[in-house]
């Protein structure tokens, strides 16, 4: 009797176990829908007598030579949309992603902004200035003082001499509405990225600008006066008498 007890509870946990198990196979998951988001903003260029539609102003005495060189990021960001709830703490949406990597946005929108509006001269070689761009923020801030946008950027201009400036660019870009939606984020983050775009170029321009003018402003180096020298060898004559 004592065994056929055992027996009968052993056969209902195996019972159990195989309904459990049944409903868990035939249950379906929750379905992650992943949003797929740009934060640029493209100034269309139409046709016509348009005055929006002039090229950029040159500058003076000629456009200025630049590279766009490096622009990089670090491995913390990538397609999906990172967020800040605290000064040291990352994190991500699960359904929230970029077109693209933000090192992508930053590199066009930087070749639109300097050599597009400011009309300064694109070059892919030689030793023209370099700028080289690391993208350190790229994030939806939701601290306690409120929501907003940043992106951080790492700049450093050279060229054969050296460093010619070199500085980290911060630009927070506030939500305003009451209740924000992922939407007016990312609203926020294209304008937090053009205005960094816009900040990098001017120190730039204004960089490259100085370097001319110091340029144009320093004596030319001065070259040897040609020195002629006249030996006079004089003849001697030695009689010897005998």
């Known amino acids: 009797m004592k065994y056929s007890r055992l027996l009968q509870l052993t056969l209902g946990g195996l019972v159990l176990l195989a309904a459990s198990s049944g409903c868990a196979l035939t249950s379906k998951a929750d379905i992650v829908e992943i949003r797929y988001f740009s934060p640029e903003q493209v100034k269309p260029r139409l046709t016509g007598g348009d005055a929006s539609t002039a090229p950029a102003a040159p500058a003076p005495n000629g456009a200025l030579d630049v590279r766009l060189g490096r622009v ?15 000064a040291y703490e990352l994190g991500y949406y699960e359904d929230f992603r970029w077109t693209e990597r933000p090192e992508t946005f930053v590199r066009r929108e930087l070749g639109r902004t300097l050599f597009e509006e400011h009309g300064l001269h694109r070059v892919f070689n030689g030793a023209s200035p370099t700028v080289d761009v690391e993208v350190i923020a790229f994030d939806d801030l939701r601290l306690k003082t409120g ?49 960094a775009a816009e900040q990098v170029t001017l120190k730039v321009q204004s960089t490259l600008l100085a370097q001319r003018a110091a340029a144009a402003a320093a004596p030319p180096p001065a070259t040897p006066s040609a020195t002629s020298t006249t030996t006079t060898i004089q003849a001697t004559t030695t009689t010897t008498k005998k």
């Open 72 to 86: 990089s990021s670090g491995s913390n960001l990538r397609d999906r949309i990172a967020f800040r709830d605290a």
């Open 147 to 195: 929501r907003a946008a940043r992106v951080q950027l790492k700049a450093i201009l050279s060229d054969d001499s050296g460093v010619l400036w070199e500085d980290t660019l911060t630009v927070d870009r506030p939500v305003t509405v009451e209740k924000p939606k992922i939407e007016d984020v990312v609203a926020a983050m294209a304008a937090a990225l053009d205005a």
